[in-house]
């Protein structure tokens, strides 16, 4: 059972749950950029929430289908298209051997997730699967897909075919303005505890340095002072770093492990999939909450979906 890869696109990978408890080695988290758009696809095909689907960055892909199996899509996608025919995202499609399924570009967003009802062969690597670009790890050959891949599948017998399509209430809205709400960071106190203040006050536009790995934010530069005299501190995924430019910086899914720069503010865990879906151009307002409020709004994030995804947590 197989997918032949057409047109890669600019970024396409292999994507899942991260890589968890090995960030003292100097893992990245990788996984899906964007979690609750994973966990929608591969519900809609009778999968697990965090198991591997592929994620298509920015411009459009086209795939063929060797064999008939189910499959979803879910995100950013301008149109879904199989031979020529348009198609429904958040619902689950059956397609047959020789079908072309065409994912259009992201607008607006940038990140979209193909689902297939078939466990998808995958490097393995510290207990996961997620493709690691920056260690060239996991995935397929810890690489982006080109043209021509062949992607190998293994039917789940545990996977019943199922017909379903995702509540309106709970598709995602896909926009280039967000709101991200933030908790202060370890270094917005004493001198610097004004940053997290002008942070908010400012609304930023992510610039051309956008990848997976983090986000160059431009806008109003704030006071660094210090800003490169501090000793390397652990960071993560949704940390807001401050670099001698006054600019600040948004670590994304494969944020390296530590960072010399000031940790002014970390995205609560409740927006930080969101991150996944913000390209160059996007314009972001960021909103200070307490961490005692951060944790009630995840809870309350999660008991919303567990309405329809059951058991499910975002990273």
């Known amino acids: 059972m197989s997918i032949t890869v057409l047109k890669a696109g600019l970024q396409t990978t292999l994507q899942g ?20 758009s994973l966990a929608l696809a ?17 411009t459009d892909a086209l795939f063929q289908m060797d064999e008939p199996c189910s499959i979803s899509v879910v995100g950013a996608a301008e149109y879904v298209r199989i031979n020529g025919r348009d198609r429904p995202q958040h619902q689950s499609l059956k397609v047959i051997a ?8 992201s607008r607006p967003g940038c990140r979209t997730y193909l689902s297939v009802s ?14 690691c670009l920056a260690a060239g790890l996991g ?10 891949d062949i992607l190998a599948f293994t039917p789940d017998s545990l996977v019943a075919a199922v017909e379903r399509t995702t509540p309106e209430g709970l598709r995602l809205h896909y926009s280039d303005d967000r709101v991200l709400r933030v908790i202060r960071g370890p270094e ?25 790995m ?24 949704g940390t807001i770093q401050l670099p001698p430019s006054g600019q600040p910086y948004l670590l994304g899914a494969d944020a390296q492990t530590t960072g010399g720069y000031p940790r002014i503010a970390q995205v609560i865990k409740a927006d930080r999939h969101l991150i996944g879906q913000l390209g160059a151009g996007a314009r972001i307002q960021f909103v ?4 005692d409020r951060a944790t009630e709004i995840y809870q309350e994030k999660l008991s919303l979906l567990k309405s329809w995804l059951g058991q499910i947590k975002l990273w």
Request: hydrophobic share 40%.
């Open 214 to 237: 983090g986000l160059a934010l431009e806008g109003a530069p704030l006071s660094a002072r210090d800003s490169s005299n501090m000793s390397s501190a652990a960071v993560f995924p």
């Open 139 to 148: 995935g397929f050959h810890g690489r982006a897909l080109r043209k021509d």
């Open 42 to 58: 591969n519900f809609l095909v009778g999968k697990s929430c965090n198991k591997l689907a592929i994620e298509i960055t920015l």
């Open 98 to 105: 020789g079908d072309q399924l065409d994912i259009g570009p």
């Open 288 to 291: 200070e909450t307490t961490t």
């Open 188 to 212: 917005a106190v004493d001198a610097r505890a004004r940053l997290l203040d002008d942070l908010c006050r400012t609304q930023y536009v992510v610039g051309a340095r956008a990848n997976r």
């Open 118 to 131: 078939a466990n998808i062969h995958a490097d393995q690597l510290l207990d996961g699967q997620s493709t």
């Open 17 to 36: 749950a991260p890589f968890a408890g090995h960030r003292h080695l100097g893992m990245p988290a990788a996984g899906a950029a964007d979690c609750l």
